[in-house]
């Protein structure tokens, strides 16, 4: 499978992606709203975009749907959960869905949902495993819940993102690595790998940000360090309700809750 990222150069920060077959030059786009990039990058490669996947419903996800489907007539595929508020939706897609593209490539649906409740991530089995997490994982960071729930956020991440294997490559759907680094020394001063690769990635251009693994994250995440005793009592200074003895969940909840207005 040939995965091609493309930096959208938006305010919002966004990432497309285009997952492509290289035996038949069959692609998916993956949450393609500069669709007109998305065009053109799988034409200069010779691929054809013969299906459209939307992680969630937001309309920087979603908005250039419409547009993709005229010029290629792609399928448009999305949670059946968000098909209606999405619209032109051709295949709803739910939790152990298996997405296929071209004759070899095949791709499991993950109902994720936190960020908002209906959110799937794809992931691929694969000797180098892929996730493509939309706005549930970030690089260094968790999705907002605006829109959604942090409880089922958690859940999403500590039941069905963490037991992935550790080698697998995070593909999210924004760039807010170093943001999210800086997030994570402001509740772990002492996390070490967090600020070796804020010094190592400092000033990079989103366009050459590094494809990190589930490992890096285990690293470098607040969200995914819950049971560190230095961020513990990091995050109880910044939010005294925390327990002396908090859970996972009560950790992850202050964290988000903290980001909110970081």
Request: hydrophobic share 40%; glycine share 8%; proline share 6%.
């Amino acid at each position: 499978m040939i995965v091609e990222r493309i930096w959208a150069a938006n305010e919002l920060r966004n990432y497309h992606y285009l997952l492509v077959d290289p035996g038949t030059g069959e692609a998916l786009a993956i949450d393609p709203l500069d669709w007109r990039k998305c065009l053109q990058r799988a034409t200069d490669r010779g691929w054809r975009i013969t299906q459209i996947l939307n992680t969630h419903e937001h309309p920087d996800h979603v908005a250039g749907n419409a547009a993709l489907v005229r010029a290629t007539g792609a399928k448009v595929l999305a949670h059946a959960g968000a098909a209606r508020r999405i619209g032109g939706v051709d295949q709803g897609l739910g939790a152990g869905s298996r997405v296929r593209i071209g004759r070899h490539i095949e791709l499991e649906c993950l109902d994720t949902p936190g960020h908002t409740f209906t959110h799937l991530c794809l992931f691929a089995h694969a000797a180098q495993p892929a996730l493509f997490s939309g706005d549930t994982l970030f690089n260094a960071g968790v999705g907002h819940c605006r829109d959604g729930d942090p409880n089922l956020l958690f859940d999403s991440c500590r039941e069905q993102l963490l037991p992935l294997p550790h080698g697998t490559r995070v593909y999210p759907g924004h760039d807010y690595l170093l943001r999210n680094l800086a997030f994570s020394l402001h509740v772990e001063p002492g996390n070490a790998g967090a600020a070796r690769m804020r010094q190592r990635f400092d000033g990079m251009d989103a366009e050459q940000m590094p494809v990190l693994t589930l490992a890096d994250e285990l690293d470098i995440s607040s969200f995914f360090r819950l049971e560190s005793k230095d961020l513990q009592e990091r995050v109880r200074e910044l939010a005294p309700a925390l327990p002396a003895r908090p859970e996972p969940r009560e950790v992850f909840l202050a964290l988000r809750e903290l980001r909110n207005h970081w």
